[in-house]
């Protein structure tokens, strides 16, 4: 830390190589336990330990087995939804990049392109559209208690999604990849594949505003408030407030190389576009959330 605030103060912009940072925590012969890795699995944990220790409070709208089966469903849909989301908006149509739908080997029937998660490549509203459908599966085969409220178990879910946000975001920049914009702040960096250009450290804005700050709002809303007794007021509060972070996010980070000409041509990049209407969706649920009369209450949730 110490040697990270002398570079700061020095004139010269900060160069990521000599904070000594790399992407793996270490490694084995030829297996390396990268950080990108371990956020995912770090995340994933504490959102089911969170999650559990959630539904002991009163009004839950699920129990433990149904934690269970969200912990794998939602799971699947953060890497099947963000890998399928990727290739759905980030690759072909007028995007200058190749679809991953169409690259196909031999006379395979799936795009051997788009099963190489390793190689980089995952949406973010991808990855929320798999949760939401993982969810709704969970809360419509709810069990011999009955079918359970969608709307107030993406609450609870939304509550832990910041953490992987947190994570995913530092293991990008301890990986010196997805950096900012040229810039010539006081802590613009220099990151490895950007040239020589001193350049925002976007990951760190985005581990901050996407990650840590709502992290700390939905917590405080959820412990210290009586916000879970408004179904869809978390979740909507999570989704509007993801949308606008994303947003101004979006104006540090360099825009991927095969969609700069959307900038160009609209002013705005592509992960700008789609938190739009995202935006307008958490608002739409925070305002029935707010105006809806009916409130949930402290019952026992369905076994």
Known sequence: MLSLLALTASADPIMWADLGLKSYL???GSFQLRYYSLAYLIGVIFAYWHLSKMIKSPGAPMA???????????????????????AAFYTGGDTGKDSLFTSFEGDGFVSWELLRLWDGGMSFHGGVLGVLLAIFFV?????????LSFLRVCDYIAVNVPMGMLLGRLANFTN?????????????MVFPGGGDIARHPSQLYQAGLEGLALLIVLMWMFWRTKARYRPGLLVGVFTIGMAAARFFNEFFREPDAHLANRVVETGLSQGQWLT????????????????RKDEAVASRAPE
Do not use: N
Request: net charge neutral; hydrophobic share 45%.
């Open 139 to 147: 809360s419509r085969s709810g069990g011999q208690g009955g079918k």
């Open 26 to 28: 270490f490694e084995i």
């Open 64 to 86: 433990q087995r149904h934690a269970d089966d969200l912990f794998f469903y939602c799971t699947l849909g953060v890497i099947l939804g963000g890998r399928l989301g990727y």
């Open 176 to 188: 010196g990849e997805l950096w900012g914009r040229a810039s010539d702040v006081s802590w613009a």
């Open 276 to 291: 739009i209407p995202m935006f307008f969706v958490g608002l739409f649920v925070i305002i029935y959330a707010l105006t």
